[in-house]
């Protein structure tokens, strides 16, 4: 299923999204920047894209990783996902962090992360006395294996 999303560029060398291959689930974001940027070890940096974009009502914009760039530099989004609510207009930015023992240059064009668009659901809370029963109770992490 492919959607038509509006997409604004903020900075004229900002690059739109892509998907790598046909069934992608993730586009590439990539950095917009005058310069250079290094993140040195242990270190969290906004990095910007130059994008604003209207995600769908029902939807939201989830920012994961880039698996090349988190494994062979270490560099992946500070908060593990990034979310984009259909509300926001501003800048797509991602907090990259140097997960590596080195410092990582980031450079303009360079893909920085993926953004998979997805829809949700939206719960209302009722608050209530009991829950109801399963097998698995209230085991959890890891309570379900050896």
């Known amino acids: 299923m492919v959607y038509d999303v509006n997409i604004k560029k ?3 060398k900002a690059i739109i999204p892509t998907y790598g291959t046909q069934y992608s689930a993730g586009a590439d974001l990539y950095a917009c920047m005058d310069e250079d940027v290094t993140i040195k070890s242990g270190e ?3 990095v910007h894209t130059g994008v604003a974009m209207e995600i769908p009502v029902g939807y939201a914009g989830l920012i994961y990783a880039r698996s090349g760039l988190a ?3 270490g ?3 500070a908060n ?3 979310v984009v609510d259909a509300d926001y207009r501003g800048e797509i930015m991602v907090a990259l962090h140097n997960h590596s023992n080195v410092d ?3 450079s303009h064009g360079e893909r920085i992360a993926q953004l998979v668009i ?3 659901v939206t719960a209302n809370f ?3 006395e009991e829950l109801s029963e399963t097998v698995r109770g209230e085991g959890g992490f890891g309570s379900t294996g050896k």
């Open 118 to 120: 997805a829809p949700f």
């Open 75 to 77: 560099l992946a989004p």
């Open 80 to 82: 593990k996902v990034g």
């Open 44 to 46: 969290t940096v906004f």
């Open 126 to 128: 009722i608050e209530c």
């Open 10 to 12: 903020l900075d004229e």
């Open 104 to 106: 990582v240059v980031v």
């Open 71 to 73: 494994c062979k530099k």
